[in-house]
């Protein structure tokens, strides 16, 4: 199924985008896992903040886990010199970003940075990429740079094809250097999207394969819920967008937000999505809402790129990131795809009266044992049983005619702990928690047919 829609919908992509080469890396061939500054202090990262996470990392074991990269967001460019050469700020990073590459790369970890496809960033003007494609390529892979984020907050013309002409020009850039560096799209320009409405970067994640190694698909997302900078925009494009990741290519919701207060350790955030620039971050005050974000991107095959404190983690922060059956479910090198099973759109945005959100969601992704990771979530505000049932198995390619002979081993992935075997092709997760609660297994067929 995924594979024919992929088809009927990759010929509605190139009547309007041109065709060129892929991106020849070799990089992504599982989603990247590691820090990104933004959420958690915005444009204002410096050697200080990417060293003492850096340090958090290995102090708690990350690395091991494979989170590799440590990466700045917006602000880290200092300018220009009179050549175009860019370089970095000498306040925020007095050593040098070769030296803080090469720091890095010591600790088994790897740089990445950020720019935008039009112009200007938010640095300055005159800071953005276009136009500079081949020197700034060429001066990052210098100074060992190992990632590449690059937003859409200038490009013009603001449309697709627009801003696939200008990240084809980096993408070949990037090659032309020699050095394999992670590329990362972070587009807003809106298009035809894959489910046949307008406007918003989803096209992004069909035209992913040829552009980069990850590709944003919708809004930022800074806590869980509806809204511009909510989860749910996010989630709902993940159901069409994501199903053309692949290893080398994923779709990216955004990053991983927490629940915590940076500013005080240990403390809850203030409020769903506040930014005290430099000082704050965009969070979620709801503890179990980070988990379930946590999973469900595991699920999706997204990007886990933590953004907030690492060095200040709550003991239920930790668990959750660094939780290696999760982890090794977002890293399967089977490279397949997640699909929602169950449930529908989280939020709809025409009239309530014409479609009313789901209130629950299933999410699947095949594992390369021939397993399945299924989270149940429930978003409705009390607690309630959540089931996939025979249409939501057959999504995710089994033949439920023979449903008595089925049987299914059923793992907790939380709990890291087995749970007695399944009958049938149907199970329900009871009394998943409500407010997003959720419950992460791994599913086994031991016995009957499969599609």
Known sequence: MVSAMRSTLSLSL???????????????????????????????????????????????????????????????????????????????????????????????????????????????????????????????????VDYLKVDDMSGSPHTSAGAYADYARIRDALNATGRPIFFSTCGHSPGHNANGTSGGPSWMGQACPELANACRIASDV????????????????????????????????????????????????????????????????????????????????????????????????????????????????AGYPGMRVGGGNLTDFSPPSVHAPSTWNVWARKLDDESHAVIFINTANATADVTCDSQCFAKMGYDCSQNNQMSFTIRDLWARQDLPNSMGCSYTAKQVQGDAGSVLLKVKQLSSKKL
């Not at 991106?23 to 200080?48: F, I, K, Q, W």
């Not at 060429?138 to 100074?143: G, N, T």
């Not at 159901?239 to 629940?259: K, N, R, V």
Request: aromatic content about 10%.
């Open 222 to 333: 800074r806590f869980w819920g509806p809204g511009e900078f909510g989860t749910h925009k996010a989630i709902n494009v993940m159901s069409f967008a994501g199903l053309y990741s692949e290893p080398g290519a994923w779709a990216d919701p955004d990053l991983l937000f927490s629940y915590t207060d940076p500013r005080t350790p240990n403390a809850t955030c203030p409020g769903a999505g506040q930014l005290l620039q430099c000082t704050g971050t965009f969070c979620d005050p709801v503890p179990h809402h980070s988990r379930t974000q946590f999973g469900l991107w595991s699920v999706m095959a997204a990007p886990l790129l933590l953004s907030f404190d690492l060095s200040a983690m709550t003991s239920y922060q930790m668990a959750t990131v660094s939780n290696p059956e999760v982890i090794a479910v977002n890293q399967d090198k």
């Open 14 to 144: 190139l009547c309007v985008l041109p065709i060129t080469m892929g991106l020849n890396n070799g990089l992504g061939r599982t989603p990247p896992m590691g820090y990104n500054a933004y959420d958690h202090v915005g444009c204002c990262a410096s050697e200080a903040t990417m060293l003492k996470q850096a340090q958090a990392m290995k102090d708690n074991g990350l690395i091991e886990l494979g989170y590799t990269y440590v990466n700045s967001d917006c602000g880290w460019i200092g300018g220009r010199h009179p050549n175009g050469t860019l370089y970095e700020s000498p306040t925020k990073f007095p050593s040098g970003m070769k030296s803080l590459a090469d720091k890095l790369h010591s600790m088994g970890l790897k740089l990445g940075l950020y720019s935008d496809r039009g112009p200007n960033d938010f640095s300055g003007k005159g800071l953005g990429i276009k136009g500079h494609e081949m020197e700034d390529a060429k001066v990052m892979a210098d100074w060992g």
